[in-house]
């Protein structure tokens, strides 16, 4: 072979490894192409048509291909199905609308033949939100202290069950709306809630807006809370206290529930300079606190206190558990600290208490309407019950008003020993001594004698 003819042959071969000498793009003689994914918003749980577009790189449509479907779950591709471009490189395939928008990433994949290159595409199909409402319901009434259930509904416009995290909210008598607690629904779109609201309530919810539902806010419910005991009905004309008080809290436990303890720190920090004083013929440690439960004129159970004498104060706690038990009803029951220090009685208010038919044990005082006598509640051995309808007859008049002196009430208004309240009050050691002159007015004698326990100036309407 010729020198020329070897030389040829060399640049042949490095032609060859190199690729120079031979048309630009021999090595891949394929078309690229362009596969396109479009669907219209759908509602979940509904199905939407997705379209399937491919053509070349001149937008020539490429037909009879074999385009690959998968969708994403769990963040990994799961093939769905396989479709079959037309002579417009068009193929569609109905696919489920799901309500996580993660489950809703589609992708479609060319994987190319001899003249045409492979593509792929994703998208993710659009949810389009449907309506939803919430309702909350629940009886109209509850006797009070017991449970009510409220059922709470959350749906879509066309019926379909919603599972999700609903707000709750709860108003108390004439109180604002608060939220009270979230509850969720679930597959069935319902959920319950359990509550013992111990006063008139009004409900409402609201569910938030999700991927797949529009938001949704409940109506009122209203749940009117009834007394379990009977309303105490007075007579037509009767005036009502001059004072009016808020309503103490619910009773705590069962029956009257008595406590009696020592005088706490915070209590007595209230009481000093007002109903007890220096001077008083008692101190901290022969006081005790009373707290028991009674029941209001309304018919509900509520939770009074008072402070009597070491050896007084079991006794009016029976006495007063004894009144609760026969549904004698009383109509506040406030330390008398409550009303502030007054001038007239030089101690705690005395007129004021009266004036809110307060009942009321220890208040170092004077007798109302004799100054400088001191009272018999000095020694926290003395009791005044539904003080605005049992009046008193002091010195510059009778207080807190003459409407009810010449009248009694089988439940809250005493004229005779045998009412029930003075009957009862007796058998615990407690002596109606004015009769009616001081109708209020109860002293205990059960373990002392009356020389003892009272002062001597106090033989008459000593209040």
Request: proline letters at 6%; hydrophobic letters at 35%; one cysteine or more.
């Amino acid at each position: 072979m010729s020198l020329g003819s070897r030389l040829l042959v060399v640049l042949s071969s490095i032609a060859l490894l190199t690729g120079l000498g031979s048309p630009a793009g021999a090595a891949d003689e394929t078309t690229p192409t362009t596969v396109t994914i479009t669907a219209a918003p759908a509602y979940a749980d509904a199905t939407t048509t997705l379209v399937v577009d491919l053509v070349d790189q001149s937008g020539a449509p490429v037909a009879g291909a074999s385009v690959l479907l998968e969708r994403s779950s769990d963040g990994a591709w799961t093939p769905s199905g396989t479709v079959t471009t037309g002579a417009d490189g068009r193929a569609t395939s109905d696919v489920p609308v799901g309500r996580d928008p993660a489950d809703n990433a589609v992708r479609a994949t060319y994987a190319g033949d001899a003249v045409h290159s492979p593509s792929t595409a994703e998208t993710r199909l659009q949810i389009q939100r449907r309506s939803s409402t919430l309702a909350i319901s629940g009886p109209r009434s509850v006797v009070d202290e017991r449970q009510v259930t409220l059922t709470i509904r959350w749906r879509t416009g066309s019926g379909q069950p919603i599972a999700g995290a609903v707000r709750v909210y709860r108003a108390l008598g004439r109180g604002d709306f608060k939220p009270y607690r979230t509850v969720r629904t679930g597959a069935d779109g319902r959920a319950e809630l359990r509550s013992t609201p111990r006063s008139d309530s009004r409900w409402r919810a609201r569910a938030p807006q999700l991927a797949w539902v529009d938001a949704a806010r409940s109506s009122v419910r209203r749940i009117d809370n009834l007394a379990p005991g009977d309303r105490v009905t007075l007579p037509k004309g009767a005036p009502s206290p001059r004072i009016r008080l808020p309503r103490q809290p619910h009773a705590t436990g069962d029956g009257a529930h008595v406590v009696v303890r020592r005088i706490p720190d915070a209590v007595w920090r209230q009481m000093t300079g007002v109903t007890w004083h220096s001077g008083c013929p008692v101190g901290r440690t022969q006081l005790r606190l009373v707290r028991v439960n009674y029941w209001d004129y309304s018919g509900y159970r509520r939770r009074g206190e008072l402070v009597a004498n070491v050896d007084a104060a079991r006794a009016m706690g029976a006495a007063l558990a004894d009144l609760y038990d026969h549904e004698l009803p009383i109509r506040a029951m406030y330390r008398v600290d409550r009303f502030g220090w007054g001038s007239r009685s030089r101690g705690g208010d005395d007129y004021a208490s009266m004036k809110a038919g307060n009942t009321s044990a220890f208040n170092c005082r004077d007798v109302t309407g004799r100054p400088g006598v001191r009272s018999p509640h000095s020694y926290g051995r003395a009791i005044d019950i539904n003080t605005w309808e049992n009046p008193y007859r002091s010195a510059q008049g009778t207080v807190p008003n003459t409407w009810w002196q010449p009248r009694s009430h089988p439940l809250v208004a005493w004229r005779t020993t045998s009412h029930p309240v003075v009957e009862l009050m007796a058998r615990h050691g407690f002596r109606w001594t004015y009769g009616t002159g001081d109708t209020q007015h109860f002293d205990y004698v059960g373990s002392r004698s009356r020389a003892s326990a009272l002062p001597e100036e106090c033989e008459r309407f000593c209040d």
